[in-house]
């Protein structure tokens, strides 16, 4: 972002401690105290400034040298220059409780606007925006020829509307609106005249100024714009491009509501009329308010710009410009029409033709945001479909240009923002969840909160397994991404993935047919209503693993799939909660392989398992030849325990008549005998490089869950007290390698103690291992008469005399 020697100066300016700053403000003061004001006072006030805004942190001056800042911004005979520094320096130590600075006796417009960006930087805790505020209107409201330019106070003013909109009195609006017609509307075509140094060829013969021109080098015919061209302009030019720029502001400061007047509607419809659409130039003129004459040349200002958007620029700026002014002023027509109807007929036709004309366009694909807004805002009103409109922004703009942040982040909001517009569109929005997670996958950091308030919205029934393969896949997304780039033709001169990686091997194997389908398929542009294998891809992106975009996607990922689960618990039914066990238990082993990616999703996984359990606590009989194939296999016990812990868990807790009529003895004892079986195994293999030690918890959770289900049938309680038996005896536990193993061991050999005991008494096993759904309401918790205190606390005793007889 920042070019090498950037980077240093920063990196010298926030490494700097407390006490080399104080001695720099001594300089300052210093220089700052001397009658001349030269090049060295300049140097340090830039270092100082550097210094202030390097870091977040807030720096601490001496009041000396604030003093002696303020007095310098203050000081009519300082340079310009100086000015700008103290008032930016100023700035960046807001708020500050000791200022002096007031704006009351300030004539020069250009130190009134710097002195006043310093005091509304402090907030409004001695009422400094309404002073401020009656201080420029003062100044706006002297219409002295020869009197102080207002260029410089109207961003002063704009800001003022922001902090304190009622702070203006209603006749000060009205005349600034006024004035705003004026330099909106009534600037000079002629460019301004060369300011020049004297001498011997500063004659009355020197070359007059010619008119302003359009951005493709002809002569304007019309009024002057922002868009207008010139070698120099004049004072009235440059009040025309700063009316502009706070126009859509100060609009929405001066009328908020729209236009109050009881036949409002009834001009909405005459406007409609070919008649008016005719006369509708003759009808805006002085006798208009000051407020509706304001949106009248402001509605003929932006028609100007849309007009001068379609002439080729000759210089790159001024293509730059085109398109930024084309994007405020879809924005302000949106406003006028908000406030007022009447524009809205004679706007439709204007946007819908450059709509068409913009599609072909990718350099100004960012003006099709506003223009979508336009339609979202006044579809209903103007019985405008704005399907199509939606339909290609959501289709080709995220597809085409996820790799803009600008766009991706500005898309991302307009989808978010407007979901209570979409109406009937939403599912537009939900279909095209592929081509937003694009935007996702390549500005994951920046856009993941985004999207976490946007993923509800893009989640039904319909769509919820898609997304959670979607977002299980999304760092694989970015890897897609990024190889999509490498195979496209360049965009730009400088890449825009990663050059230090090179994949030689997966560029090769992306062009065999049998891996474009898959890719296709992650990269597809709407929902499919299917899903594909993602093992192939897996192993195809992997040399793009380590990449550092692909890295920061990964670590987005837990957070979306909380979002998503929260939401989705909201309206999933039983078969859709059968669903997505089923894919959890099938994508915990089967992710990217992206470092540090898999514990943090399989926390989350396991964690949502157990929450879709207890939503539907039927899944453990329904799902029964699935999760006796999960715990059959130990393979990866160590990547996947929290899952395995999870799974075994809710077997314990929901495999029970009590919970499902059509849970079956056998269907315990074969789970007991998978589990028996895993437990062994997890237990008796010794520790190595290609089978890991068993996390204690699993051991914990598969002792804990083989006694819930010898509790339930009884048969099997020998076979587990003889198990737990061996498990309580150190001699039969794997020699500990450090403290934390012997405390993990001790961990088990307790808790077998205390299965073991439990087992000694069935009935009370069976009470406490599974209880009745009755123990949940709160009176069995409250009530120390009723069964439970009385069994917990005799559970308690003999566990407590059970453990004390343990050896060592």
Request: hydrophobic letters at 40%; one cysteine or more.
């Given at each position: 972002?920042?070019?090498?020697?950037?980077?240093?100066?920063?990196?010298?300016?926030?490494?700097?401690?407390?006490?080399?700053?104080?001695?720099?403000?001594?300089?300052?003061?210093?220089?700052?105290?001397?009658?001349?004001?030269?090049?060295?006072?300049v140097d340090a006030l830039q270092r100082l400034f550097l210094i202030v805004s390097a870091t977040k942190y807030k720096r601490k001056l001496?009041?000396?040298?604030?003093?002696?800042?303020?007095?310098?911004?203050?000081?009519?005979?300082?340079?310009?220059?100086?000015?700008?520094?103290?008032?930016?320096?100023?700035?960046?130590?807001?708020?500050?409780?000791?200022?002096?600075?007031?704006?009351?006796?300030?004539?020069?417009?250009?130190?009134?606007?710097?002195?006043?960006?310093?005091?509304?930087?402090?907030?409004?805790?001695?009422?400094?925006?309404?002073?401020?505020?009656?201080?420029?209107?003062?100044?706006?409201?002297?219409?002295?020829?020869?009197?102080?330019?207002?260029?410089?106070?109207?961003?002063?003013?704009?800001?003022?509307?922001?902090?304190?909109?009622?702070?203006?009195?209603?006749?000060?609006?009205?005349?600034?609106?006024?004035?705003?017609?004026?330099?909106?509307?009534?600037?000079?075509?002629?460019?301004?005249?060369?300011?020049?140094?004297?001498?011997?060829?500063?004659?009355?013969?020197?070359?007059?100024?010619?008119?302003?021109?359009?951005?493709?080098?002809?002569?304007?015919?019309?009024?002057?714009?922002?868009?207008?061209?010139?070698?120099?302009?004049?004072?009235?030019?440059?009040?025309?491009?700063?009316?502009?720029?706070?126009?859509?502001?100060?609009?929405?400061?001066?009328?908020?509501?729209?236009?109050?007047?009881?036949?409002?509607?009834?001009?909405?419809?005459?406007?409609?009329?070919?008649?008016?659409?005719?006369?509708?130039?003759?009808?805006?003129?002085?006798?208009?308010?000051?407020?509706?004459?304001?949106?009248?040349?402001?509605?003929?200002?932006?028609?100007?710009?849309?007009?001068?958007?379609?002439?080729?620029?000759?210089?790159?700026?001024?293509?730059?410009?085109?398109?930024?002014?084309?994007?405020?002023?879809?924005?302000?027509?949106?406003?006028?029409?908000?406030?007022?109807?009447?524009?809205?007929?004679?706007?439709?036709?204007?946007?819908?033709?450059?709509?068409?004309?913009?599609?072909?366009?990718?350099?100004?694909?960012?003006?099709?945001?506003?223009?979508?807004?336009?339609?979202?805002?006044?579809?209903?009103?103007?019985?405008?479909?704005?399907?199509?409109?939606?339909?290609?922004?959501?289709?080709?703009?995220?597809?085409?240009?996820?790799?803009?942040?600008?766009?991706?982040?500005?898309?991302?909001?307009?989808?978010?923002?407007?979901?209570?517009?979409?109406?009937?569109?939403?599912?537009?929005?939900?279909?095209?969840?592929?081509?937003?997670?694009?935007?996702?996958?390549?500005?994951?950091?920046?856009?993941?909160?985004?999207?976490?308030?946007?993923?509800?919205?893009?989640?039904?029934?319909?769509?919820?397994?898609?997304?959670?393969?979607?977002?299980?896949?999304?760092?694989?997304?970015?890897?897609?991404?990024?190889?999509?780039?490498?195979?496209?033709?360049?965009?730009?001169?400088?890449?825009?993935?990663?050059?230090?990686?090179?994949?030689?091997?997966?560029?090769?194997?992306?062009?065999?047919?049998?891996?474009?389908?898959?890719?296709?398929?992650?990269?597809?542009?709407?929902?499919?209503?299917?899903?594909?294998?993602?093992?192939?891809?897996?192993?195809?992106?992997?040399?793009?693993?380590?990449?550092?975009?692909?890295?920061?996607?990964?670590?987005?990922?837990?957070?979306?799939?909380?979002?998503?689960?929260?939401?989705?618990?909201?309206?999933?039914?039983?078969?859709?909660?059968?669903?997505?066990?089923?894919?959890?238990?099938?994508?915990?082993?089967?992710?990217?392989?992206?470092?540090?990616?898999?514990?943090?999703?399989?926390?989350?996984?396991?964690?949502?398992?157990?929450?879709?359990?207890?939503?539907?606590?039927?899944?453990?009989?329904?799902?029964?030849?699935?999760?006796?194939?999960?715990?059959?296999?130990?393979?990866?016990?160590?990547?996947?325990?929290?899952?395995?812990?999870?799974?075994?868990?809710?077997?314990?807790?929901?495999?029970?008549?009590?919970?499902?009529?059509?849970?079956?003895?056998?269907?315990?004892?074969?789970?007991?005998?998978?589990?028996?079986?895993?437990?062994?195994?997890?237990?008796?293999?010794?520790?190595?490089?290609?089978?890991?030690?068993?996390?204690?918890?699993?051991?914990?959770?598969?002792?804990?869950?083989?006694?819930?289900?010898?509790?339930?049938?009884?048969?099997?309680?020998?076979?587990?007290?003889?198990?737990?038996?061996?498990?309580?005896?150190?001699?039969?536990?794997?020699?500990?390698?450090?403290?934390?193993?012997?405390?993990?061991?001790?961990?088990?050999?307790?808790?077998?103690?205390?299965?073991?005991?439990?087992?000694?008494?069935?009935?009370?096993?069976?009470?406490?291992?599974?209880?009745?759904?009755?123990?949940?309401?709160?009176?069995?918790?409250?009530?120390?008469?009723?069964?439970?205190?009385?069994?917990?606390?005799?559970?308690?005793?003999?566990?407590?005399?059970?453990?004390?007889?343990?050896?060592?």
């Amino acid at each position: 972002m920042f070019t090498a020697g950037a980077e240093s100066l920063l990196h010298q300016a926030r490494d700097i401690r407390d006490e080399e700053l104080k001695k720099f403000c001594s300089r300052v003061v210093n220089l700052l105290q001397k009658d001349e004001l030269g090049p060295d006072a300049v140097d340090a006030l830039q270092r100082l400034f550097l210094i202030v805004s390097a870091t977040k942190y807030k720096r601490k001056l001496e009041d000396t040298c604030v003093h002696l800042l303020q007095a310098t911004l203050c000081s009519p005979k300082c340079p310009e220059q100086l000015q700008l520094l103290c008032a930016s320096i100023l700035r960046e130590m807001s708020p500050r409780d000791n200022l002096s600075l007031s704006c009351d006796h300030i004539q020069s417009t250009r130190q009134l606007s710097l002195v006043a960006s310093v005091l509304l930087a402090q907030g409004d805790p001695k009422g400094e925006v309404r002073s401020v505020g009656q201080r420029v209107f003062r100044i706006l409201e002297s219409r002295q020829p020869e009197g102080p330019s207002p260029r410089h106070l109207l961003p002063v003013v704009s800001k003022i509307t922001h902090l304190a909109p009622h702070t203006l009195h209603e006749d000060q609006t009205n005349q600034l609106s006024k004035r705003l017609v004026d330099w909106l509307r009534y600037a000079s075509v002629q460019q301004g005249v060369a300011h020049t140094s004297g001498g011997f060829f500063s004659t009355p013969r020197a070359r007059q100024p010619g008119p302003v021109t359009e951005v493709d080098g002809a002569v304007a015919t019309d009024f002057f714009t922002v868009l207008s061209t010139g070698q120099h302009f004049t004072e009235d030019q440059w009040l025309n491009v700063q009316a502009f720029s706070m126009l859509r502001a100060w609009l929405l400061h001066s009328d908020p509501e729209g236009p109050s007047t009881p036949d409002a509607d009834d001009r909405s419809e005459l406007e409609g009329s070919t008649l008016s659409v005719l006369s509708a130039g003759s009808t805006a003129g002085h006798l208009l308010p000051p407020r509706e004459r304001l949106r009248e040349k402001a509605f003929e200002y932006c028609q100007r710009l849309v007009e001068q958007s379609t002439r080729r620029a000759l210089r790159k700026g001024d293509s730059d410009l085109q398109k930024a002014c084309l994007v405020e002023a879809v924005l302000v027509l949106d406003v006028i029409c908000r406030q007022d109807p009447s524009f809205l007929y004679r706007t439709l036709s204007c946007l819908k033709a450059l709509h068409a004309r913009l599609c072909g366009d990718p350099a100004r694909v960012r003006t099709l945001l506003p223009i979508a807004q336009f339609f979202l805002n006044h579809g209903e009103t103007a019985a405008v479909d704005s399907e199509a409109i939606l339909r290609h922004l959501l289709t080709r703009t995220p597809s085409e240009f996820f790799h803009s942040p600008m766009l991706a982040f500005e898309l991302t909001c307009f989808c978010r923002d407007n979901l209570p517009l979409f109406g009937r569109n939403l599912d537009i929005l939900k279909r095209s969840f592929p081509n937003l997670f694009k935007l996702l996958a390549w500005n994951s950091p920046p856009l993941t909160a985004e999207f976490v308030a946007l993923l509800p919205s893009l989640v039904d029934a319909d769509t919820a397994v898609e997304v959670l393969h979607a977002l299980l896949d999304l760092p694989c997304l970015t890897a897609a991404l990024d190889l999509q780039l490498r195979l496209s033709p360049a965009t730009s001169e400088r890449p825009l993935w990663d050059p230090s990686l090179k994949i030689p091997s997966c560029l090769e194997a992306s062009r065999d047919p049998q891996f474009q389908g898959l890719l296709q398929y992650l990269l597809r542009a709407t929902a499919s209503g299917t899903t594909e294998r993602s093992g192939p891809l897996h192993r195809l992106l992997q040399p793009l693993a380590s990449c550092a975009r692909v890295v920061q996607c990964a670590q987005a990922v837990p957070t979306l799939l909380e979002a998503f689960f929260s939401a989705v618990t909201q309206f999933a039914d039983g078969a859709l909660t059968k669903q997505l066990a089923l894919l959890l238990l099938e994508r915990s082993d089967s992710l990217f392989q992206v470092p540090q990616y898999e514990a943090p999703v399989h926390r989350v996984l396991s964690s949502r398992f157990l929450a879709l359990c207890a939503l539907h606590p039927s899944l453990v009989v329904e799902l029964a030849k699935e999760l006796l194939e999960f715990v059959g296999s130990v393979s990866g016990i160590q990547g996947r325990g929290a899952m395995l812990a999870s799974v075994v868990w809710a077997i314990g807790e929901y495999l029970s008549v009590s919970w499902d009529r059509r849970c079956t003895v056998e269907q315990i004892n074969r789970f007991f005998e998978a589990l028996e079986a895993v437990l062994f195994e997890v237990t008796q293999s010794r520790p190595s490089a290609a089978l890991p030690r068993c996390p204690p918890q699993v051991v914990t959770v598969l002792m804990t869950t083989l006694t819930k289900l010898a509790s339930r049938s009884q048969d099997l309680i020998p076979r587990v007290s003889l198990f737990l038996s061996k498990m309580r005896t150190p001699a039969q536990s794997p020699a500990p390698s450090s403290t934390s193993c012997e405390e993990d061991a001790g961990a088990v050999r307790t808790r077998a103690a205390e299965l073991l005991t439990l087992l000694k008494m069935p009935s009370v096993a069976q009470f406490v291992l599974t209880p009745s759904t009755e123990v949940s309401e709160p009176r069995y918790h409250r009530d120390a008469n009723t069964a439970l205190p009385l069994a917990l606390r005799t559970v308690s005793r003999l566990v407590e005399k059970e453990t004390g007889l343990l050896p060592g």
